[in-house]
């Protein structure tokens, strides 16, 4: 099964890669042409959403490992965990934000790279973080000025906050970060060397196209909902049916879409309260990132307990 997922994710990767440059070029050189936030949050909501839509699943799997019947107590977990993110951020959301995207490089390196990997060790995770950074520092590196009014956006007016990035841009830890994650990817691709493996240097100049053309917000839902997501559903898929991918497909859009649409729901209701008081792009920006912020916590932590107990 882990060979015919190399070869599939291959041929993502690659169709990824031309798609960026197709896509990026294009909507580069229709410059007139813009991109709502409403649509990015739309396409988050219906393709990004619905890669975590199996949790209950899985929590449920969790459950019935440490012999727990009671399986309200996944819901009620994982709805106070979300709950509890966004009442931190509120009340101290520059370090929320820094722990979300730290935590958000690991998740992203670990997701897109594992099933190329066959022992996990302590070098290997700082590997992933390492190459999940790349999605987190380029849109400083290519979009800086954008990319600081978003976080002004996410609630982040903290001085001492944007006084440390300016640090960052004048010491080049931009470059260096960038630099580093390059050699993550090398690393993982010379551990164990196999032709699939191309994977990483696809992904990784994919991202660095998207962010070099488009805004932060654009290139993130590109790469969130065209490789990130759709990479975890092609495993999802396998796993639910590892003779027919396309019966997989279909079998996961079955059980996926009551809480794929449920957490539509939510965030659009979300969206209404929260353009009363703020401006919509702004309104829409929160819902997309504090809201994800609050979907991943429970998610990674649900993978980690699960991974673990299987061990």
């Known amino acids: 099964m882990n060979n015919q997922i190399k070869k599939i994710n291959l041929y993502h990767s690659l169709i990824f890669f ?5 896509f990026s070029v294009t909507i580069f050189k229709l410059s007139n042409l813009n991109i709502s936030t409403l649509f990015c949050l739309l396409l988050i909501l219906i393709i990004g959403v619905s890669h975590g839509a199996l949790d209950h699943i899985k929590g449920k799997k969790l459950l019935t490992i440490l012999n727990i ?26 370090i ?3 722990i979300f995207l730290t935590v958000a490089s690991f998740h992203f390196g670990k997701e897109d790279t594992y099933f190329l990997i066959n022992k996990s060790s302590n070098l290997t995770s700082i590997l992933y973080f390492f190459r999940g950074l790349l999605v987190i520092i380029s849109p400083l590196y290519f979009n800086f000025d954008e990319t600081v009014v978003i976080f002004k956006m996410l609630l982040i007016n903290n001085e001492q906050f944007y006084s440390s990035l300016s640090f960052i841009e004048n010491f080049k830890i931009i470059e260096i970060a960038i630099g580093l994650s390059a050699l993550s990817s090398i690393t993982l691709f010379l551990i164990e060397f ?7 240097f696809l992904d990784f100049f994919s991202i660095i196209i998207l962010n070099y053309y488009l805004s932060p917000l654009v290139a ?8 990130h997501s759709i990479r975890h559903i092609i495993s999802l898929a396998i796993e639910i049916d590892n003779t027919n991918l396309k019966n997989g497909f279909k079998l996961f859009v079955k059980k996926a879409f009551p809480l794929t649409v449920l957490t539509a729901i939510f965030c659009l209701v979300g969206l209404y309260f929260l353009n009363n008081v703020y401006e919509l792009n702004s309104a829409i920006l929160k819902i997309i990132f504090i809201g994800l912020a609050s979907l991943t916590f429970p998610h990674i932590l649900l993978e980690y307990f699960l991974e673990k107990n299987e061990k």
């Open 220 to 227: 993130f839902t590109v790469y969130f909902c065209f490789l």
């Open 18 to 22: 031309l798609f960026c440059n197709i």
């Open 194 to 200: 196999n032709f699939k493996k191309f994977v990483i």
């Open 69 to 94: 019947k009671k399986f309200y107590i996944f819901y009620l977990i994982y709805i106070l965990i979300s709950l509890s993110v966004i009442l931190i951020w509120t009340i101290v959301p520059s």
């Open 96 to 98: 929320t934000l820094i």
